[in-house]
Each structure stands twice: as structure tokens, then as C-alpha cells.
């Protein structure tokens, strides 16, 4: 007897199961008999919960409440509910990989960062993807969606300045992909971030100034939507106001490159009444800021202070060297790492997000006046 195999020809063979399958999918959809696979989003959307919390209700984490617990129960009996088994085996197969996305590569802190990340990460056995996103939205939603592809188990990503919408961020927390901000985070996402105490920096820095007898002090900043460039911006107001300066607005210039700083600052020194101190958001603007005032004739530090924020190589290679703000990315990159981790394996003790702030350290060198 001869098998169905051998009746029909082999050149026939694969269009016939196509055929068969098609006539299946038209069927199913033209008699309306095709049903709806409920998902654990729908259960999650039909309890106006995340997707996130049903997970772990149903794997019984003792994060969830009881009450949570048993709604989720009843529903997901209720709705016929049923885990993919290939989906819950795909994701539960690791790939030991983290996507990390920094802004600039060749920047000396993000390096630090990156030195700090890829210690911890080898530590505990992962490998380290590493996207830049050049400041660019665009490149970030790429980067993004790259490391989906790759199906990273966790992402580290210090937004871009060009970032202010945050749903392919929000997509991977709804596919249960741990994030963890490192330097630059976003107030609208709910997850864990290690971050730079911006502010304190910036106020030590200013207060230092005025102590060295600076009263008219400029500050460059950076992007207001970014917490690190609103928060440094705080703190050198609030230094002012707790010494009694009066904060003047005709002082605070947006800016936060070299190349910015070149322009800004010639135009800025040749009014009336130019400023004896600048205080930059990033330790660039400051080596521009630096150039630019020596061009026009001025002494550093004896005429104008300068400060910036960052400690990278090239404040150790300029004349005078810069005085700065260390903001120790090796330790932010180390610790982001380690709470991303410990998120992958389920081994942090809350759900809630956690916060790890990284206290600054002020460098004095010769671009500043002494005490």
C-alpha cells in the first residue's frame, strides 16, 4: 500500500500543503470560526493592571497582593486564559546578553561607563552589546529595536538630548525587558535608574567660586528636558541665593558644546560688565569657553574662573587645567550593571524601582582662583 507521501508528485508536494493551509486561513476568516488567542495583555488591559504585575501574580511573587492575586485567577479562568508554551519557553531561554545605548562613544565619560558595564557584566557572565544613539531620537528607536531583535535579556540606556517621546522604552518594560537609566533618565518611566547628584555638583561648584571672591558668575547650560541639565541649573541658582547673589537671567545661556561655546562666549565677554566666573554644564563647553577667552586677551584665573562638569582626559590636558566635577562613571556603570542583573535573575527584594544616586566630588585645578 502506498503512502499519501508517494501518491502525491514531489514538485507538488510543498504547494499542496500551502494550498491546504491557505484554504484553512480563508475559511476560518470568511465563516468568521477564527478565534482570538487571549493574551496576558488582554488580561492585563481587562484588569487595568500592567502587564508586568498579571506575571507575576501568576507566578505567585510576593510583591503582589493576595486580593491582586486571586482577581488575576479568576479572570484568567474566566477568559480561558492559556500561557504560549513556545513564547514562555523562548523567553525563559537566556541569552546572557545586555543591550547598552549610550548617546557618544568616544566621550570620555560615557567610556568610563561603558569600562564600568562591561566589568560587572563579565563578572556575572554576560556578554555586552553597545549601540550609540549620537544624541538622535531616531537612532535610539533604532538601537532599540536592535537589541529586541538580538533578544537581549535587559537594556541600559542614557537617553539621547533629542529624546522626549519614551513609547519604545515603555514597549520594552510591556515585554517584561528590564530597563535601568544610567546618567540621563526620564521622570515619565517607572524603573530603576543610577544617576549623578547633579544638583549637589552643581551647587558645590558655584558656592566654591564665590568663596574664591567671584560675584558675577555665568552659567552654560544644558537641555531643560534633561533632569542632569535642569538639575545643574538648580544648583547654581541655589548657590547664588544661598550667598546672597541675585540670580540674573541675562547669565544663564543655553549651551553645552564646544563649538557653542567658541561663539557664546566672545559675544558674552564683549558686553559691559562681563562675568568673572563661568560655570559649564559639561567640561566640552568649558575647554571652549576656555579657548575662546584666552583669544580675546583674558587671564585664567586671574580675570575669569572657569569650571566644568564631567572630570574627563581632555581637563587634564588643557592650559591652565581645568577644575571640574567629577561624576564617577566607572562606579555608575558598575552599579547600573548590578541592579539590571539582579532585575533579570527576579533577585531584587521590592518591585518598585530603585534609585542609586552617585554623590560628586569637586576637582580644584588651575582655571579656578584658590581659597
Known sequence: MQSCSQTIPQTFAVPF????????????????????KITIKDVAR????????????????????????????????KMKYKPNAIALSLRSQRTNIIGVIVP?????????????????????????????????????????????????????????KGTKKFNH???????????????????????DKVIVDDFEGAFNAVDYLIKTGCRRIA???????????????????????????????SLIIPCDSYEAALEVTRNLMARGNPPDAIFTTNDNTAVGTLNAVKAMGFKVPEDISII??????????????????????????????????????????????????????LVIRNSTRRI
Open 219 to 249: 552659567h552654560y547650560a544644558g537641555p531643560q528636558h534633561l533632569q542632569i541639565g535642569y538639575l545643574r541649573k538648580r544648583g547654581y541658582i541655589s548657590a547664588l541665593e544661598k550667598n546672597g547673589l541675585r540670580v540674573d537671567d
Open 308 to 361: 566644568g562638569f564631567t572630570d574627563g582626559l581632555v581637563s587634564t590636558v588643557t592650559d591652565p587645567l581645568l577644575s571640574t566635577v567629577s561624576q564617577h562613571g566607572f562606579e555608575i556603570g558598575k552599579k547600573a550593571t548590578e541592579i539590571l542583573i539582579k532585575r533579570i535573575n527576579d533577585e531584587c527584594v521590592s518591585s518598585k524601582p530603585i534609585t542609586e544616586i552617585v554623590k560628586t566630588e
Open 104 to 160: 557618544e562613544i568616544v566621550h570620555h565619560f560615557f567610556s568610563m561607563v561603558i569600562s564600568g558595564i562591561d566589568e560587572a557584566a563579565m563578572a556575572a557572565g554576560y556578554n555586552v552589546m553597545f549601540f550609540q544613539s549620537n544624541e538622535s531620537y531616531e537612532r535610539e528607536v533604532m538601537n532599540i529595536q536592535s537589541i529586541i531583535n538580538s533578544r537581549a535579556d535587559g537594556v541600559l540606556i542614557s537617553i539621547a
Open 17 to 36: 500543503f500551502f494550498f491546504i493551509i491557505t484554504y484553512s486561513i480563508i475559511r476560518d476568516d470568511y465563516f468568521g470560526m477564527k478565534i482570538h
Open 169 to 191: 522604552i515603555r514597549q520594552l518594560l510591556e515585554d517584561n525587558i528590564p530597563v535601568v537609566f544610567f546618567d540621563r533618565e526620564c521622570d515619565e518611566i517607572e524603573t
Open 46 to 77: 481587562e484588569l487595568g493592571v500592567s502587564v508586568s504585575t498579571v506575571s507575576r501574580a501568576l507566578k505567585d511573587h510576593p510583591d503582589i497582593s493576595p486580593q491582586t492575586k486571586q482577581l488575576v485567577r479568576d479572570l484568567v479562568e
